[in-house]
């Protein structure tokens, strides 16, 4: 029996269906936005602090659900007191615990570092290695903080799928998955490999600052042209200036205009900032 439908009522519209994407415009659409935070983030680099491989594979493994600021702070007394692999991993557990537990789950990290320095004194000579088959199999250490050892201490290309990097891969419509190991492989099809490293830094750069995970500044994005999410959050240019965070948040100007100016000084400039506010 046919449905009747009351005089003057429209007829329910219909979104037409979004007309899919082929590959090589999937690709060109990504390497815009890379380009456009490229030309946003000059200054993106690694937020955790370090002066060789040993330092970034612990502050790495420390990062897990903390901040990289916090991090930072921790780690400045850590290796003040443990420099070297060897050194750490004669440490009493009870020290490294007092020092570590600002960082939350400070039990569970200070068994991995300590087991961590272990492997890398008894196989490696103290030292950290420099392929990703071997980095994961040691204590702590996944693909995702092998890629940030690879690409930051050792300049071999790699991606680096966190929190932030996964959420706007898939809000750029880059990849469909949650699993951080396949949104890498979708990504990797995207990019030139020089390019992975670097294309990290300001992924991260731009979910801290704008993309944010409840409330993303669209409004302020300087990628909404080439966003498929573009008016998920605040599109109000004014409103979504509001929500910037860190260098780009408002009464922040000068630490930007020095970050921009100064971008081979970028690690140094942001670890001063971060003194001046603790």
């Known amino acids: 029996m046919a449905i009747s439908r009351s005089a003057g009522a429209a007829p329910a519209r219909v979104a037409a269906p979004r007309p899919a994407e082929s590959l090589l415009a999937l690709k060109r659409r990504a390497r815009r936005i890379n380009k456009a935070l490229a030309e946003k983030y000059p200054y993106a680099h690694a937020e955790l602090d370090f002066r060789n491989p040993f330092e970034l594979v612990v502050a790495t493994v420390l990062s897990a659900q903390t901040t990289d600021v916090l991090v930072n702070q921790v780690t400045k007394i850590l290796f003040a007191r443990y420099p070297d692999a060897r050194a750490m991993s004669e440490a009493e557990p009870a020290e490294l615990e007092a020092i570590l537990q600002p960082t939350?789950?400070?039990?569970?990290?200070?068994?991995?570092?300590?087991?961590?320095?272990?492997?890398?004194?008894?196989?490696?000579?103290?030292?950290?290695?420099?392929?990703?088959?071997?980095?994961?199999?040691?204590?702590?250490?996944?693909?995702k903080t092998a890629n940030v050892v690879l690409g930051n201490a050792f300049g071999i290309p790699g991606i680096t799928v966190d929190t932030h990097f996964g959420r706007l891969a898939r809000r750029f419509g880059w990849t469909e998955s949650e699993d951080p190991v396949q949104v890498e492989h979708d990504v990797a099809e995207l990019?030139?490999?020089?390019?992975?490293?670097?294309?990290?830094h300001r992924v991260v750069f731009h979910g801290r600052r704008v993309c944010h995970s409840r409330k993303p500044a669209c409004g302020a994005c300087p990628v909404a042209n080439w966003c498929p999410s573009y008016g998920l959050g605040e599109t109000d240019p004014g409103k979504a200036a509001k929500l910037l965070k860190y260098e780009l948040a408002p009464g922040n100007e000068a630490l930007l205009a020095q970050l921009l100016a100064e971008t081979h000084r970028a690690a140094e400039i942001r670890m001063e900032s971060q003194r001046r506010l603790t």
């Open 104 to 143: 939350g789950f400070f039990r569970a990290k200070t068994k991995n570092v300590l087991a961590l320095s272990h492997r890398l004194v008894d196989e490696y000579n103290g030292e950290v290695p420099g392929r990703l088959e071997d980095l994961v199999t040691l204590p702590g250490v996944g693909r």
């Open 191 to 200: 990019f030139e490999p020089k390019d992975w490293t670097m294309l990290s």
